[in-house]
């Protein structure tokens, strides 16, 4: 049925009288100004832990599928050696702490003698570089408590952010060995955010700027999210990258490669 000029139609919203080739327009406005695609989901974070440290692994408290939170502990080393190298560190600590009070009450009297002319000058500089050097030394066993307590630490692989655990790659009893490299141990990826990727042309990439507001529908569910990066270079695949980015709150999560829908303005 043809449209004729002058039909026009009441409007819900405040009883507004727009004509059906207004609604017509302002329809292929509103598709023309969103696009929908198909994506794919992938990772936002995916990272291979290891630790700078050598050692026999204690204890792997993760398994592969598992869900941890930040700071949650993972694994850890044998670290009898490294708590030993602390407990020498923190006496020689303490006891630098107490040479040096010392000498800071041996040069207090050195300078009280020296007012009073009780005192030649040479024994002055004799107590101010005694104090000197009992400074110097409590700070060096400062450093070296610092160290210690680095040391320790580094026996302990915590969760950098909220994760999923996605590989597991050692058992306890084996050895690490960082002097060889790197040695990833488990391999972990962000469970909050993820990535929905796209291939668009160069005339659906038009208009397009970072930071927008962009909608992914994973299972049924619509999602908000932001434009994260635009390539400017074509994939293997064909089409130019944009990855968005999104928040799954309680959504469960869903798995890398799943295919999903993304609306882009």
Not at 23 to 28: I, V
Not at 142 to 166: G, H, N, W
Not at 246 to 255: D, M, N
């Amino acid at each position: 049925m043809a449209l004729q000029r002058g039909v026009s139609m009441v409007s819900p919203l405040g009883g507004a009288r727009l004509s059906v080739w207004g609604l017509l327009l302002l329809g292929l406005a509103q598709s023309a100004s969103a696009l929908e695609v198909e994506g794919e989901l992938r990772w936002l974070r995916r990272v291979e832990l290891g630790l700078p440290l050598s050692g026999v692994v204690a204890e792997v408290s993760v398994q592969p599928g598992q869900r941890v939170a930040e700071g949650e502990l993972l694994l850890k080393l044998d670290a009898r050696l490294q708590q030993a190298q602390l407990r020498r560190a923190e006496a020689r600590n303490a006891r630098e702490q107490l040479a040096m009070e010392e000498a800071e009450r041996e040069l207090e009297r050195a300078e009280e003698l020296y007012a009073r002319t009780l005192l030649s000058d040479h024994d002055l500089q004799v107590a101010r570089l005694a104090h000197a050097e009992a400074k110097a030394a409590r700070q060096d066993a400062s450093s070296a408590l610092s160290e210690a307590r680095v040391q320790l630490d580094y026996t302990r692989l915590k969760a950098p952010f909220d994760a999923l655990v996605l590989e597991r790659r050692v058992e306890p009893g084996e050895s690490v060995n960082s002097e060889l490299g790197s040695q990833p141990l488990l391999v972990l990826a962000d469970r909050r955010e993820m990535v929905a990727r796209v291939l668009l042309n160069a005339e659906q990439m038009r208009g397009l700027t970072g930071q927008v507001k962009a909608g992914v529908v994973v299972e049924g569910q619509r999602l908000s999210g932001t434009l994260q990066s635009l390539g400017y270079e074509p994939t293997a695949e064909g089409g130019y990258p944009v990855d968005v980015r999104f928040s799954l709150g309680e959504t469960p999560l869903p798995r890398v490669g799943q295919r999903v829908r993304v609306e882009l303005p």
